[in-house]
C-alpha cells in the first residue's frame, strides 16, 4: 500500500472517529479552551496557530504537562498527534509529539498519565498558586551568527521539531531551516554552569 | 528578574494581541519567576507509594514548580499528572491557618491561639486518661504521616499514655498485605523491588489498575514491553479499566473469587508437576489455620458488629495435605465459581509454571481491601513459594501500597495498635521490653493487649468508649465504610481534634481544628513501595500559624508531663528522632539508610548496611543478612526454621452478595487525578477540572435495561444507605454487566454510606470492593 492511501485511510479513521466522539458525548463536555486563534502562513496554506497565551493557559506553569484542550478522540492519542503533527479537517493541527524515548520510558504510551481533559471550567475551590511563568529566554550563542545551545532541558522534548517547525511553532521560536533534521548536531544541551578545569590545576 | 505581571511580560515581548482571551484563572495569576532564579530541591512526591522523586523549584518563597527528578532511579524523570501538580495543592485559598476551637454553643469555630489549643488537647487527653484508662484515648493516623509524626505519635501514645489505640489510615489500605507477608515470612515487606520492573517476563496483575493508581510504575513496565517483546501484562480483574488496555491478557473473575482462581492455579501447577520440589524441600514449611466460615465471620455481622477479634490458629501441615486440599479446586469448579473460563485457568498456571521466564505478580486494594485479604495475599505469595519464584530478580510477588509512606510510618516505624517499630509487637515481650530501653521508660509502661484497629476505633468512638481522639493527615468522615454509623454531632461529651491542611467532612465534625504544615513546608521522610527512605528539607514557610503534625504532638506530650519522652532541642530534633527510631531497625534487617546518608540520595532500600542498599531481600549476594552461599535464605522466619511458610486458604464467598432486591455488586476506588479524598488535589485546578465530581459506571447493557443515559443522574442505594449520582457508560473504566463502579474522591457524593463494614479475619482491614446495591432512575426533574 503507498503512503498516499495509508494516509487517506488513516485520516478517514480520525474522521470517523471525530465523528463517533461528538456524537456519543452528549453531556456537559464543553472542553475546548477559549483560546484566540491567529491566522498563520504555512507552505503557502493559511492554518490557526496556537498563541504563546494558549500555550499558558493550559499548563500549571512552565514546565507543566499541558492538558487537552479538545474533547475526547479515543485513546490512541498518537494517532493525530505523531512525530511530525497532522491537520484534522473541522478541528484544526494537531501539533507533533514532542515526547522521544526519553530515560528508558515510554512517556508516550499511556498519555492520560500526564495529560488529561479540561472537562468543566468551574473550580473547587479558588486558588492563589502562581506558578513559573513561560520561560522565553534565548539560548547561549559563541558569537553572532553562531548556533544557539539549548536554552532548556531537551528532556521528554526529544523531538525538537515538534515545538521549533510546522503550524504550531510559536514566531519566537521558529527555526528558519526545518530541512536540517539533525538539530543536536549543531545545538547542544546547556547542561552544566561550570567551566572546564584542568586536573591538578 | 523583577517581578512583573503575566501579561505584562508577554506585552513586552509582542505576545498578547488584541481582544486575546486568558481563562479567569490566569488573568489574576502573575509571573514572579523564570527558570533562571528557582532554586531546586529534591522531595519525593506526596501522594501515592510509589514515591517518585520530584525536585521542587521555589522563588519568593514560594514553591513554583516541580519537575522529575532524573536522578531518581523510581521515575528516572517522570511523574503522572498528579505529581506535575504538586505545587497547586498548598495554595487553595482556604487553607487552614489558625488553631480553631468549636464554639461553646456549637455553632461554627472561632480562632485560638496555639498555647490555648495546645493546653486544651492536653487537659482532655488527661481528663480521659483519669476518669477512664488509657483505653479511652486514641489517634488516629496516617500512611501519609511522616516518619516524624508516627514515631512522635507512637512514643506518644504508647510510651506516655500507656495506651495502644494508635491506627492509621494504612488499616484501611495494606493490613492485608501486612499480615501476608508476617504470618509466611515472619517479617513484613515484599523482597522485591522496582528492578523488577526491568527484570521480569510477566506481570500478573490481580485487581490492580496500575495505570490509574501507580502511573509511574505501569509506564516502566510498558516500556519493558517496549524494549522485550516478548514481556507479557496479564490483568485479572473485575472490570475493565486503562490498565486493560494494554493487556496481552485480560481475565475476568466474579467479585471476592480470586482465592478460588489461585487455588485453582496452585491445583495445576502441583498436578502438572509445575512445582519445585527442591525449593519446597529446603526453604518451604506448611501451616493450615481455622477455616470454618461460621466460626470466622465477616466482621459485621452480630456480636461482631461492635468488636471484631477473631484470631487464627495454626496448625502444622504438608506438602501432601496442601496437594490434598487442592484437589478440590479442578478447572471446571474454579470456572463455575470464577467464572473464568478453564483454558484461561490453565494458561494463568502455565505462565507461574514456566520455569524459564521471571514472574512477578503485582497486587494493591484489589486484594488487600477483602474480607479474606490475608488469605489472598497468602496465596499469591505462595504461587511464588512453591514455585521458587521469588527473591530472584524479575520473579517476586510483589504487593504495591497505596499512600506514600504505608511501608516508611505505618508498617516500619508501626504505628498500628498492635505493632512496634521494626516488625515488632506489643504481645511480646522481649519486644516490649526492647522498645522500653530504647525509650528509657520502665519495665512494664507499654501494655501487652492490642487497641482499637481502625474500623473498631470509631466503632468505640460512636459508642462513647472512646473519649478523646485525634485525628492527622487524614480524612475518616469520608473514607470510613458503612459511613453513616459513624455519624457525629459535636457536643456528645467526647473531644475530637483535627489535624489538617483544608477544611473536610473531618474537620468539619472536629471540636478543635489544628492547621498543619504540608509536604515541603517541613522536614520529612516517607518510605515507599520498594522499601526506599526518602528524606527532604523543609522549603518554604508554612502559610499562617501551621505547624508540623510531630510538633503538635510533642508539644501536647510536655504539657502532659511527658516531655521526656521528647528530649530534644526545639529547633533541631529531626535528625535525632530519625536516629533513635533507626537505632530499633540496625542489626535485625530492617536498617534504615543513616539521615546523613539519606540528605544526600534520592533515597534508599532497607536492609541498608556499610550504607549499601539492598536490591532483594532474602538472596543470597543481595541481603548482607543471608548467610547461605547461594539460593534463598528466609532468615527472619525464626518460628519456622528459616523457612516461609505456605499457607492453605480456601475459598469463602463475599459478606454480602446481590440479589433480588440488590442486584448489583458495587466496588470502589480511586481515579488517576486525584489523591483519596480529594482534600488535595480537588484544590489544584488542573485536576479538578479533568474530574470534577464522583460518577457511577455502569454497563450498557445494564443501563439499557434500567432505561437511563450517560449523563443521567441515578440514585445507588444499598442496605445501608444512598447517594445520587451522574452516570457513565462506556467511559475509562467498564464494568461487566451486573456492576457499578463509584470512585471515593468526592466528598458532596459519599460513596462511603453504601460500603459495608465487613472486614477481613487476620488483618481487619475492610472489604471497599464488593457489597449489593440497585439503581434507582430519579424522577423526571421539572
Ligand atoms: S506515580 Fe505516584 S508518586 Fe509518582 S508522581 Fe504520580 S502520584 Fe506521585
Redo the contacts with the bound molecule.
Keep these: 500500500m503507498s503512503g498516499r492511501t495509508l494516509g487517506i485511510l488513516r485520516l478517514a479513521s480520525i474522521a470517523l472517529a471525530v465523528f463517533a466522539a461528538t456524537s456519543q458525548i452528549s453531556c456537559s463536555d464543553s472542553t475546548d479552551t477559549q483560546e484566540s486563534p491567529q491566522e498563520f502562513e504555512v507552505d503557502g496554506q493559511t492554518v490557526v496557530k496556537a498563541s504563546a497565551e494558549a500555550r499558558a493557559a493550559r499548563r500549571a506553569f512552565d514546565g507543566a504537562p499541558p492538558v487537552i484542550p479538545h474533547t475526547p478522540q479515543g485513546s490512541d492519542c498518537t494517532r493525530c498527534h505523531d512525530h511530525d503533527g497532522m491537520e484534522i479537517p473541522g478541528m484544526g493541527f494537531a501539533p507533533p509529539l514532542p515526547h522521544g524515548q526519553t530515560a528508558g520510558m515510554s512517556e508516550f504510551a499511556n498519555c492520560r498519565q500526564c495529560h488529561v481533559f479540561r472537562s468543566t471550567d468551574e473550580v473547587f475551590q479558588d486558588s492563589e498558586f502562581v506558578g513559573l511563568a513561560q520561560d522565553f529566554r534565548q539560548g547561549d550563542r559563541h558569537f553572532d551568527g553562531a548556533p544557539p545551545v539549548m536554552p532548556h532541558s531537551a528532556f521528554m522534548r526529544e523531538n525538537c521539531q515538534a515545538c521549533h517547525t510546522g503550524p504550531s511553532a510559536r514566531e519566537q521560536i521558529r527555526c528558519s531551516h526545518p530541512e536540517r533534521i539533525n538539530c543536536t548536531q549543531c545545538h547542544v544541551e546547556d547542561t552544566s554552569d561550570s567551566t572546564f578545569v584542568r586536573p591538578g590545576t | 528578574m523583577a517581578t512583573v505581571d503575566r501579561r505584562e511580560f508577554l506585552k513586552s515581548l509582542g505576545l498578547v494581541g488584541a481582544g486575546t482571551v486568558l481563562t479567569s484563572g490566569d488573568a489574576e495569576a502573575s509571573a514572579t519567576a523564570t527558570a533562571d532564579n528557582l532554586t531546586w530541591d529534591k522531595a519525593p512526591?506526596r501522594?501515592?507509594g510509589?514515591?517518585?522523586g520530584v525536585e521542587v523549584g521555589v522563588a519568593d518563597g514560594k514553591v513554583q514548580a516541580v519537575r522529575g527528578d532524573e536522578k531518581s532511579p523510581v521515575?528516572r524523570g517522570l511523574?503522572?499528572v498528579?505529581?506535575y501538580h504538586l505545587p497547586g495543592m498548598l495554595y487553595g485559598t482556604d487553607r487552614l491557618l489558625y488553631p480553631l476551637k468549636r464554639k461553646a454553643d456549637g455553632s461554627g469555630f472561632e480562632r485560638i491561639s496555639w498555647d490555648e489549643a495546645l493546653d486544651l488537647v492536653a487537659s482532655k487527653y488527661q481528663e480521659a486518661l483519669d476518669e477512664h484508662g488509657p483505653e479511652a484515648v486514641g489517634i488516629y493516623g496516617s500512611g501519609q504521616w511522616t516518619v516524624f509524626d508516627g514515631y512522635a505519635a507512637l512514643k506518644w501514645i504508647k510510651g506516655g499514655m500507656r495506651s495502644n489505640n494508635i491506627d492509621p489510615n494504612a488499616r484501611l489500605c495494606m493490613a492485608s498485605a501486612v499480615m501476608g507477608f508476617v504470618t509466611q515470612f515472619q517479617s513484613d515487606e515484599p523482597m522485591g523491588c522496582y528492578d523488577d520492573f526491568e527484570a521480569g517476563d510477566d506481570f500478573i496483575l490481580w485487581g490492580n489498575n496500575m495505570a490509574e493508581m501507580?502511573?509511574?510504575?505501569f509506564s516502566r513496565m510498558l516500556e519493558a514491553k517496549r524494549q522485550r517483546p516478548t514481556v507479557r501484562i496479564i490483568d485479572l480483574a473485575v472490570r475493565r479499566t486503562p490498565t486493560s488496555e494494554y493487556a496481552d491478557l485480560y481475565v475476568e473473575f466474579k467479585p471476592g473469587t480470586d482465592l478460588a482462581l489461585a487455588n485453582g492455579i496452585l491445583h495445576l501447577l502441583v498436578k502438572n508437576n509445575k512445582v519445585r520440589r527442591s525449593f519446597i524441600e529446603e526453604n518451604v514449611v506448611f501451616r493450615r489455620g481455622i477455616e470454618d466460615v461460621e466460626t470466622i465471620g465477616y466482621g459485621c455481622f452480630g456480636d461482631q458488629s461492635e468488636r471484631y477479634t477473631f484470631k487464627d490458629a495454626a496448625k502444622e501441615s504438608s506438602f501432601e495435605e496442601f496437594a490434598k486440599f487442592l484437589e478440590a479446586y479442578t478447572p471446571a469448579k474454579v470456572s463455575e465459581i470464577t467464572g473464568v473460563p478453564e483454558s484461561q485457568i490453565k494458561a494463568l498456571a502455565e505462565i507461574y509454571g514456566d520455569s524459564g521466564r521471571g514472574t512477578v505478580s503485582l497486587w494493591c486494594m484489589g486484594v488487600n481491601q477483602h474480607t479474606r485479604g490475608t488469605w489472598m495475599n497468602n496465596l499469591l505469595n505462595n504461587l511464588h513459594l512453591v514455585t521458587g519464584k521469588i527473591s530472584r530478580p524479575g520473579a517476586n510477588p510483589f504487593s504495591l501500597t497505596g499512600q506514600?509512606s504505608a511501608c516508611g510510618t505505618a508498617r516500619e516505624v508501626g504505628t498500628l495498635s498492635n505493632r512496634l517499630p521494626a516488625d515488632m509487637v506489643v504481645m511480646k515481650e522481649e519486644h516490649r521490653a526492647k522498645t522500653e530501653k530504647i525509650w528509657g521508660l520502665p519495665e512494664g509502661t507499654i501494655p501487652p493487649k492490642p487497641g482499637y484497629h481502625a474500623v473498631d476505633m470509631f466503632r468505640a468512638f460512636t459508642r462513647g468508649d472512646l473519649k478523646a481522639l485525634w485525628v492527622q493527615v487524614t480524612n475518616p468522615w469520608v473514607t470510613m465504610p458503612n459511613l453513616q454509623r459513624f455519624q457525629r454531632k459535636p457536643g456528645d461529651g467526647r473531644f475530637l481534634v483535627v489535624s489538617d491542611i483544608y477544611p473536610t467532612p473531618t474537620t468539619d465534625v472536629a471540636d478543635l481544628i489544628l492547621p498543619s504544615a504540608a509536604w515541603v513546608e517541613r522536614e520529612g521522610v516517607f518510605g515507599n513501595t520498594e522499601r526506599r527512605t526518602q528524606q527532604w528539607n523543609k522549603m518554604v514557610e508554612p502559610p499562617g500559624e501551621a505547624r508540623e503534625d510531630a510538633w503538635q504532638i510533642m508539644e501536647v506530650a510536655k504539657r502532659m508531663g511527658m516531655g521526656k519522652l521528647f528530649p530534644w532541642p526545639e529547633n533541631d530534633w529531626h535528625e535525632a528522632m530519625y536516629e533513635e527510631y533507626r537505632s530499633f531497625t540496625v542489626g535485625v534487617g530492617k536498617d534504615v539508610a543513616s539521615y546523613a546518608q539519606l540528605k544526600q540520595v534520592p533515597g534508599l532500600r532497607w536492609p541498608v548496611v556499610d550504607g549499601r542498599e539492598t536490591r532483594y531481600r532474602y538472596a543470597a549476594g543481595e541481603d548482607p543478612y543471608v548467610t547461605k552461599p547461594s539460593g534463598v535464605h528466609f532468615y527472619k522466619a525464626k518460628g519456622y526454621g528459616e523457612k516461609a511458610a505456605v499457607w492453605l486458604r480456601p475459598y469463602h464467598p463475599p459478606a454480602e452478595v446481590p440479589d433480588d432486591e440488590y442486584p448489583l455488586w458495587l466496588t470502589t476506588g480511586r481515579v488517576l487525578e486525584h489523591w483519596h479524598t480529594g482534600s488535595m488535589t480537588r484544590r489544584v485546578k488542573q485536576l479538578h477540572q479533568a474530574v470534577p465530581e464522583a460518577y457511577v459506571e455502569i454497563n450498557r447493557a445494564d443501563a439499557t435495561k434500567l432505561g437511563v443515559q450517560r449523563g443521567e443522574r441515578v440514585r445507588v442505594v444499598s442496605r445501608r444507605g444512598s447517594v445520587e449520582l451522574p452516570v457513565r457508560i462506556d467511559d475509562r473504566g467498564r464494568p461487566p454487566q451486573g456492576m457499578v463502579f463509584v470512585p471515593f474522591f468526592d466528598e458532596n457524593r459519599l460513596v462511603n454510606v453504601l460500603t459495608l463494614d465487613a472486614l477481613d479475619n487476620i488483618s481487619k482491614e475492610p472489604d471497599y470492593k464488593k457489597c449489593a446495591v440497585r439503581v434507582e432512575r430519579l424522577e423526571a426533574s421539572p
Design positions: 512526591c501522594y501515592c510509589t514515591g517518585c521515575n511523574l503522572c498528579k505529581g501507580h502511573p509511574v510504575l506514600p
